[in-house]
Nanobody, 126 residues
Framework: QVQLVESGGGLVQAGGSLRLSCVAS????????MGWFRQAPGKEREIVAA????????YYTDSVKGRFTISRDNAKNTMYLQMNSLKPEDTAVYYC???????????????????WGQGTQVTVSS
């Protein structure tokens, strides 16, 4: 069992930056593949970025490539999402997700994960 708590969301103007954090408690954080998802009103939850057990394995959805950076600090049981050059279309509730795994590959699908945080709101004004 692992508990996930996101923080760092807020209101920012277009072009601004935010850094989201996801702190995990429970079992060994380094054994979990992690991901950031987002859900805008009336839309399905979608993958934003993912990171495998190995910090070298990452994935980004096309719309955030070059603007967002996912990272993890296993010593702090924390995953981050640095978001730069934010756009109004980035507005959504952002969720972190975790899945225990013995492989190093990233996981991209909503149904790949079985632990979720409560979400943090990100609002980008134009």
């Amino acid at each position: 069992q692992v508990q996930l708590v996101e923080s760092g969301g807020g209101l920012v103007q277009a072009g601004g930056s935010l850094r989201l954090s996801c702190v995990a408690s429970g079992r060994t954080f380094s054994n979990y593949a992690m991901g950031w998802f987002r859900q805008a009103p009336g839309k399905e939850r979608e993958i934003v970025a993912a990171i495998g057990r190995s910090v070298g394995n990452t994935y980004y959805t096309d719309s955030v490539k070059g603007r967002f950076t996912i990272s993890r600090d296993n010593a702090k049981n924390t995953m981050y999402l640095q978001m730069n050059s934010l756009k109004p279309e980035d507005t959504a509730v952002y969720y972190c997700a975790a899945k225990w795994t013995n492989v190093v590959t990233v996981m991209r699908g909503v149904f790949d994960y079985n632990y979720w945080g409560q979400g943090t709101q990100v609002t980008v004004s134009s």
